[in-house]
């Protein structure tokens, strides 16, 4: 069965039309965005039994515009025939007036249009057993079925706790050349367990989800066996023995870990090349680390890191893109100029992350950089 449309946009839908006609008298490009959505979160353990709201259901309208420069957005939760006016005039009067309030020293970074080619979509996804034909008691049953079928497995678990939450949800989008709608429901299902390892409790989680109806709580009963086992398996393994172990790592996976370890390039050069066998895998070198301060102090290396386009500016280091921090406008921005030379850090240092992009890519987003010095 397909999820069917929601009577609330289908109510609405004229309505933001005319709201449409109405800001495009204005403005070159508009659009509107209403979302309609509902769900619930069930869930048992031994503390009982909890029925709330899911936390992602929302219910509203967002209309975005465009003056030839820039966009504006503006949100709210209402709206009937005797409205339009109010929201095109709050629009007008109070969200795109923004960029003149900007200090003298700022500017408004100018868009191209948003594309409008014509185009119709009305799609729906499809499930088996409806939430709400199902019933909260039912539903409580089956997820409690679950949960007393895992308890019984193994006399050494000390609690399981299920979990089921769905949310069905409708989006309508509307611009002059384009109307769209989506019906989806999505169901979520968790069951988790605790078993004791002396005096300590570990506890295994697994989970299913996608897109359909309650007939998850089926897919939820094959989850028991290899819970159990994670179980089972926590309660009698045994810690690591303290050593060197070689280990083999994609290089943005090798990044995340010594990032994670250390966060510091000496550190990972130290870490890949002796731990994760790079001389033997990456003969042509592994990801290095420079430092420098371009020509205009401060202001200059501000002027470098936002003139960048394909280098990333990030905090960490190691990653497999080419990454850059500016410590003194990131990370040490609480500090002024003197604080920052007391701490040894410079106001115009630039630290560099080389990454795994083509070496002549890397240096043309950099010269290109630094050009705007």
Not at 74 to 84: K, T, V
Not at 245 to 256: E, K, R, S
């Amino acid at each position: 069965m397909k999820v069917t449309s929601s009577r609330l946009i289908e109510q609405k839908k004229p309505v933001l039309k005319q709201l449409l006609d109405r800001l495009l008298q204005t403005y070159s490009y508009a659009s509107i965005l209403m979302t309609d959505s509902k769900g619930k979160q069930y869930t048992i353990s031994k503390q009982g039994i909890s029925i709330t709201e899911n936390m992602f259901v929302e219910l509203g309208y967002v209309a975005k515009v465009y003056d030839g420069e820039s966009y504006g957005e503006y949100a709210f939760s209402h709206i009937d025939e005797n409205e339009i006016d109010t929201i095109a005039e709050e629009v007008k009067n109070h969200v795109m007036p923004w960029a003149k309030k900007l200090p003298d020293d700022m500017k408004v970074k100018q868009y191209p249009e948003i594309p409008d080619e014509a185009y119709h979509f009305e799609k729906s996804t499809d499930y088996e057993v409806l939430p709400e034909e199902l019933g909260d008691e039912e539903i409580v049953k089956r997820l409690g079925a679950v949960r007393e079928k895992a308890m019984a497995q193994d006399e050494k678990i000390v609690e399981i706790k299920t979990a089921c939450v769905y949310q069905i949800y409708h989006k309508l989008f509307l611009s002059p050349n384009k109307d769209m709608t989506q019906n989806v429901m999505w169901t979520n299902g968790m069951i988790m367990g605790l078993i004791p390892k002396g005096e300590e409790m570990k506890m295994a989680f697994d989970s299913c989800s996608g897109c359909g109806g309650m007939e998850i709580l089926d897919d939820m009963e094959t989850k028991i066996p290899p819970l159990v086992q994670k179980l089972n398996d926590l309660a009698t393994s045994e810690p690591i023995t303290p050593g060197e172990y070689d280990c083999i790592c994609a290089p943005d996976v090798t990044g995340m870990i010594v990032h994670e370890a250390f966060g510091h390039g000496v550190e990972m050069d130290m870490f890949v090349k002796k731990r994760a066998l790079a001389e033997k895998y990456m003969p042509n070198g592994t990801c290095g680390v420079l430092c420098f301060g371009p020509k205009g102090g401060r202001d200059g290396a501000m002027r470098f890191t936002n003139g960048l386009k394909m280098v990333a500016i990030v905090t960490h280091v190691a990653d497999a893109r080419s990454c850059v921090l500016h410590p003194a406008s990131h990370t040490h921005r609480q500090l002024n100029d003197q604080q920052l030379i007391e701490a040894g850090v410079l106001p115009d240092l630039i630290r560099l992350s080389v990454g795994i992009e083509d070496v002549n890519d890397i240096i043309a987003d950099l010269d290109q950089a630094l050009a705007n010095v």
